[in-house]
């Protein structure tokens, strides 16, 4: 039997790979506790109707993408593609459409059945915010400058930038569909055939496509710009003016209209060309018709949602986990006593191991392969005196300590230095 692989699309988290992972979501997790975000969590699969609904039946993830499947009671489940409509489900069946704003984060899987190429699996991770029940245009640039401040805790900042657009309101996309169909509608033979599927179910997914016989027709298709409406121009201005009151630096681009078909008003891109075609790493716009589909009331809404796997390959460095301490009993008298010390000092919340087997020198040799910070030895003389001997692995000093003082001890010579 050949060795077993992991499925197509999917990739095991492990060293430093991990280490890279859990940096971006603790990252993100402290920048939008500052915001006031509570993180939530939602089942990984939910009633298909969760996504077909609200993502629309036109766009890509539900017409190609989505892990739909019939259980054993003949429900149909889809693993969630993306993290928004779930946030927006458990928002109306936990009754907390009468307690607005809420404010949530969410971190976790997400799965697409796609071509798997560099920074794109099919398991993949988000990291997301919703703000839900606030309609203002600050609250958009809240939300952005927020995205911004995650993606400068990372040390990325410099490498993104801000694309933004306005998708108007409803009046405004009716007016703009209506040129848009025109325009495609001269243009039909020279259509990719999904677009030309588009044109008749919804031709603003034309705008979104990947062809390059489409993105060459869609560079002169008719932008928003001129179908907004006096209120939709209003909320874009606001939106930009507060923005550069809060000096989160932009750029406008008319050709953003982002994935699924529930955005609203404000779109907008965190882009980097470090990932080559897969440039997009923090994303997402206004959305205010969604909890409505779940069967709440209309609720205006906010949120951005970002690639955990492509922020981590944009990490400048790999993070270190804190040096251990080494605890070293000499002869089989002194175990008890080096796991006694062992416990003490995790529970002082120092990183701290121990060897299963070997003599001193192994004992050593290993304490060196994992870099720890010091070496604890414990004999039987030590223990008849209620000592141990500390020695520091990056200087070579040695002190004797008493047991009991050894946390301390550590504590205060760094025991977690770099």
Not at 284 to 311: F, K, Q
């Amino acid at each position: 039997m050949s060795s077993l692989q992991p499925v197509r699309g999917t990739h095991d988290l492990i060293g430093e790979e991990r280490r890279r992972f859990n940096h971006v979501v603790e990252t993100a997790r402290r920048i939008v506790s500052l915001y006031g975000f509570d993180e939530w969590s939602t089942p990984v699969f939910e009633d298909t109707r969760v996504f077909s609904r609200s993502l629309g039946d036109t766009s890509d993830v539900v017409s190609k993408e989505m892990y739909t499947f019939e259980d054993r009671g003949g429900e149909s489940l889809t693993l969630r593609p993306e993290g928004t409509a779930a946030i927006c489900r458990a928002l109306v069946t936990n009754g907390l459409t009468q307690s607005l704003p809420q404010k949530v984060f969410y971190a976790g899987p997400m799965f697409r059945y796609e071509r798997p190429q560099k920074g794109r699996y099919r398991q993949f991770h988000q990291i997301g915010a919703e703000l839900l029940g606030a309609a203002e245009p600050l609250a958009d640039a809240e939300i952005i400058a927020m995205g911004r401040d995650v993606l400068a805790a990372l040390g990325i900042g410099a490498e993104v930038v801000l694309e933004l657009n306005t998708l108007g309101d409803t009046a405004s996309r009716d007016a703009w569909r209506t040129a848009l169909i025109a325009y495609f509608s001269d243009r039909r033979d020279e259509l990719s055939a999904d677009s030309q599927t588009r044109l008749e179910r919804n031709p603003l997914r034309i705008l979104d496509s990947k062809a390059q016989q489409d993105r060459t027709l869609v560079a002169d298709a008719p932008t928003i710009d001129q179908f907004l409406t006096p209120e939709a121009q209003e909320f874009w201005d606001d939106l930009r003016r507060t923005l550069d009151v809060m000096g989160v630096p932009f750029r406008h681009n008319p050709r953003i209209v982002r994935g699924l078909d529930y955005y609203g008003h404000t779109a907008f891109e965190f882009v980097t060309e470090r990932l080559g075609a897969q440039g997009t790493v923090l994303a997402g716009g206004r959305y205010d018709g969604l909890v409505a589909e779940m069967g709440g009331p209309a609720t205006p809404a906010i949120g951005w949602a970002g690639g955990i796997e492509r922020l981590s390959m944009l990490l400048a460095e790999s993070p270190e986990d804190p040096r251990p301490v080494a605890v070293i009993p000499m002869g089989a008298d002194a175990q008890a006593a080096a796991l006694a010390v062992l416990q003490t000092i995790r529970a002082a919340g120092i990183r701290a191991e121990t060897s299963y087997r070997g003599n001193m020198k192994r004992r050593m040799e290993r304490a060196n392969r994992m870099k720890a910070t010091h070496a604890i030895v414990i004999g039987s003389d030590e223990i008849a005196r209620g000592v141990v001997q500390v020695k520091d692995l990056d200087s070579g000093q040695q002190a004797e300590v008493a047991m009991d003082g050894v946390a301390d001890f550590l504590h205060a010579g760094s025991a977690t230095k770099a």
